[in-house]
């Protein structure tokens, strides 16, 4: 079994900063691709950031030069540090991760972490 643990969500004013952790933990061989969607209400789950094992990125439009996406692979751990917050930034944050386990890649999600930014 694997299990995520996210952390780091919560309510900030426009412009302040956040950063969210999302640790995996279990039966994990290898850690592929990790990275972060999030979910507004009444709209459906979108893209974020993603980074790959060999640690490249990319980021939705919208976050460009705001986020910035990383990993601690002795931890099996992705972090976003969100900065400049807009208050459409406000949704549920969750984190996906790629993970071996011996010969099969499976896909996990996080539990999801709040972000409510305020005007």
């Known amino acids: 079994q694997v299990q995520l643990v996210e952390s780091g969500g919560g309510l900030v004013q426009a412009g302040g900063s956040l950063r969210l952790s999302c640790a995996a933990s279990?039966?994990?061989?290898?850690?592929?691709?990790m990275g972060w969607y999030r979910q507004a209400p009444g709209k459906q789950r979108e893209l974020v950031a993603r980074?790959?094992?060999?640690?490249?990125?990319n980021y939705a439009d919208s976050v460009k030069g705001r986020f910035t996406i990383s990993r601690d692979n002795a931890k099996n751990t992705v972090y976003l540090q969100m900065n400049s917050l807009k208050p459409e930034d406000t949704a549920v944050y969750y984190c996906?991760?790629?993970?071996?386990?011996?010969?099969?890649?499976?896909?996990?999600w996080g539990q999801g972490t709040q972000v409510t930014v305020s005007s």
């Open positions: 980074i790959t094992d060999g640690g490249s990125t």
């Open positions: 996906n991760i790629e993970i071996w386990q011996i010969w099969q890649l499976r896909n996990y």
């Open positions: 279990g039966r994990i061989f290898r850690v592929d691709d």
